[in-house]
């Protein structure tokens, strides 16, 4: 018995010692802290040692990288499929690089501009058949959608790929510009814009990401919460990192 009382002594000082910020709320005061049981204690202190992380303090100090296991927050978010939404974006602009800015004019790079018709928006490989005549010039056959043909030049025209069609009939006549160092730049410009309009979506992405997470902030703990969103704007930042890379890439093939 004496031995027994002997062990207690350290707990008061022990129950009294501030509780670390790192540690999640919900386990405040839990006596299965002491023990071995409590379920929930167990899972949130082995989330807190997965997440923990400091806060940088001053300018110019680097912030500890976070890693949080997708499946100890898979009931609050699922990181996984933020992550493949944010390539998603990545993706799709490469393949806007690769499609519509290139030096050299092909047949291909026509297929995706978007025609405004009455009847909707349809790409001008679904309205006319594209061919390529001469290395100066291309032809758009609207024979099939007579209707479209002013559109389908119109589209061609405010493409941004410095074309100028001409209509004869049904035919849509496109030469082929030189390849000038103002095309050049101008092509430049453009993988600008298209890198930026895909930040903007990927800050979608991050936002609706948050948000959700911002719906549990009654639920979890607050350092839980502020971990999470510190993981999303991690990747985002990643993301947004690697289009400079495309962009910067793109930017040297363009201007040569």
Known sequence: MALALRCLRPLPSLLHRPVSRGLPQAARGCPALLLEGCRQCVQQM???R????????????????VNISAALVEDIINLEETSEDM???????KEDF?????IRTSPGALDHITVVTKDGKFPLNQLGQISQKSPQLMMVNMTSFP????AAAKAIRESGMNLNPEVDGTMIRVPIPKVTREHRESLAKLAKQSTN?????LRKVRSKSITQVKKFKNKVSEDTIWLLEKQIQQM???????????LAAKTKELLG
Do not use: F, P, W
């Open 46 to 48: 082995l989330l807190s």
């Open 50 to 65: 997965q997440l923990a992380t400091k806060k940088a303090k001053g300018k110019g100090q680097s912030q500890a990288k």
């Open 87 to 93: 390539q998603a974006v990545i993706e799709a602009l």
């Open 98 to 102: 690769s499609r519509n800015l290139s």
């Open 147 to 150: 209707e479209s043909t002013a």
């Open 197 to 201: 309009k895909s930040k903007e979506a």
């Open 236 to 246: 985002a930042d990643e993301a947004a990192t690697e289009m400079d890379k495309l």
